[in-house]
């Protein structure tokens, strides 16, 4: 089964200016949306591995949307997260389904790595909600310059039978970090954590 898209947004956010003190480069945030039928929507089905199987096409298809619109090679991206929203007919099962299993090995094959957990967050709402796709360096969990998030939202999604996902990559970590941990130069990448 492939997703039924309904919609696909792509947002860019570039910070240039923080505190009065100016980013250059500036950061840079990607996401790409998709608002998808649920084809679960309203019944209790055991067998999740359709939902599954569009997280796999899904996390192939965003991350590449992502990274174009950042205009970066894939292995250039710092940190990347992903999130879901389903409406009201759906459960938070239809999210992990689409968020878990499979949708992570796509994400890294284009990003060209990826060690670390992909953050995520799944909700149930309703048109309008404000999604927030939690960020963390692609290469080592322990890159407090890199904890982050970036916030979405599509005035008319999710319907009530409808699943709206999102992957998330920047292009740096936040603006002006001064929290200490460990430092994109000090990354070995093998463990996912540092």
């Known amino acids: 089964m492939s997703a039924v898209i309904r919609k696909i947004v792509t947002v860019v956010e570039e910070t240039h200016l923080e505190m009065g003190k100016t980013i250059a480069p500036p950061t840079r945030r990607a996401a790409a949306i998709a608002v998808i039928e649920n084809p679960f929507a309203g019944r209790y089905v055991e067998d999740l591995s359709p939902l599954i199987a569009i997280g796999e096409e899904l996390g192939e298809l965003l991350s590449k949307r992502a990274v174009a619109a950042l205009g970066i090679d894939g292995a250039k991206a710092h940190s990347y997260g992903k999130a879901a929203a389903v409406g009201e007919n759906g459960e938070l099962e239809h999210a992990a389904a689409i968020l878990h299993p499979k ?45 982050d998030g970036m916030e979405v939202q599509i005035n008319d999604a999710p319907r009530a039978n409808e699943i709206m996902v999102a992957v998330a990559v920047t292009d740096s970590g936040r603006p002006l970090p001064r929290v200490g941990g460990l430092t994109v130069n000090e990354i070995k990448g093998e463990d996912g954590l540092r």
């Not at 060690?115 to 290469?139: M, N, W």
């Open 103 to 147: 949708m992570g090995a796509p994400v890294r094959k284009v990003l060209s790595k990826g060690a670390a957990l992909i953050p995520s967050s799944k909700k149930r709402s309703g048109p309008g909600t404000t999604l927030d796709i939690p960020l963390g360096h692609k290469d080592a969990a322990f890159v407090r310059s890199h904890f």
